[in-house]
């Protein structure tokens, strides 16, 4: 008897290979393409971080040039009443008679009071979009000028200055809180306000010179590495003196007058 061999194929076997292998489907709906991403619109030159620094850059100058001018000019209480009074005068008077009395020195203040807002514009809009940017923390606090220094003294120092302008005004060009009134000459109401019963008016006065000098300093240095000047050693050692200096010389110019009233020297 002769055995055969049966070479047909198990039906089940097939079924299960097929249950197995990827059956294409041609019946799935076809997804339409959806729009093309949007193109970020062009932003002007205010809308770059190098626009901002470049406004930070231009106002903070303008405001260096005025404090150093009204540096000068409160010097000049050390030269007596006339002296000072006459300078406090011809600030009104500066472009008489071809101008009305206090157009310069009008056109001065707006230019202060435009510069101050963009400066502080610029300069939150600049920390935002940093902080933006790195929207985790680092796990370990680095101790640093810009983190450290520059984000709790120039942003806290900054309100100091603020709230001392707002002071400074009332009390030494319109005499609202000043002992003397609106109606005392400029020198007479300068002496009155540092007089000794008045201490913690001197002392704010110190208090905001200094931040007005750490903020100088910071600015400078700030300008410097903007520049790329501060990539040698030697030369950011340099710089870093003529920052601190500049920024010394501005704060004992201004707070030498309150003081030699405090105690006595300036009468």
Not at 136 to 161: C, D, E, F, L, P
Not at 175 to 188: K, L
Not at 222 to 235: D, E, I, M, W
């Amino acid at each position: 008897m002769t055995a055969t061999v049966d070479h047909s194929v198990d039906p089940a076997s097939v079924d299960r290979g097929s249950a197995t292998a990827p059956v294409p489907r041609h019946d799935a709906p076809h997804k339409p393409a959806g729009p093309a991403p949007r193109t970020p619109a062009r932003r002007g030159l205010l809308g770059t971080s190098a626009g901002r620094k470049a406004v930070m850059a231009v106002t903070g100058a303008v405001l260096v040039l005025f404090l150093i001018g009204h540096m000068l000019g409160n010097l000049k209480i050390f030269l007596g009443a006339d002296s000072f009074n006459h300078y406090a005068d011809w600030l009104r008077t500066v472009g008489s008679p071809a101008l009305p009395n206090r157009t310069l020195l009008t056109i001065t203040e707006i230019v202060l009071v435009v510069c101050v807002v963009l400066h502080m514009w610029a300069a939150v809009s600049l920390a935002r979009r940093a902080a933006k940017a790195r929207p985790v923390k680092y796990a370990a606090k680095r101790k640093s000028q810009a983190n450290g220094y520059a984000t709790h003294t120039m942003r806290y120092g900054g309100v100091i200055i603020v709230l001392f302008v707002i002071w400074h005004l009332l009390d030494m060009t319109f005499g609202t809180v000043n002992p003397e009134g609106a109606d005392a000459t400029p020198y007479d109401r300068m002496i009155a306000g540092f007089q000794p019963d008045r201490w913690w008016v001197a002392l704010f006065y110190l208090v905001a010179m200094v931040m007005v000098g750490l903020h100088l300093r910071h600015g400078l240095w700030s300008a410097f590495q903007s520049l790329g000047l501060t990539r040698r050693p030697r030369v950011r050692s340099t710089l870093q003196t003529i920052a601190v200096a500049v920024s010394a010389v501005l704060v004992l110019g201004f707070v030498a007058a309150p003081i030699c009233i405090l105690i006595g020297v300036v009468k």
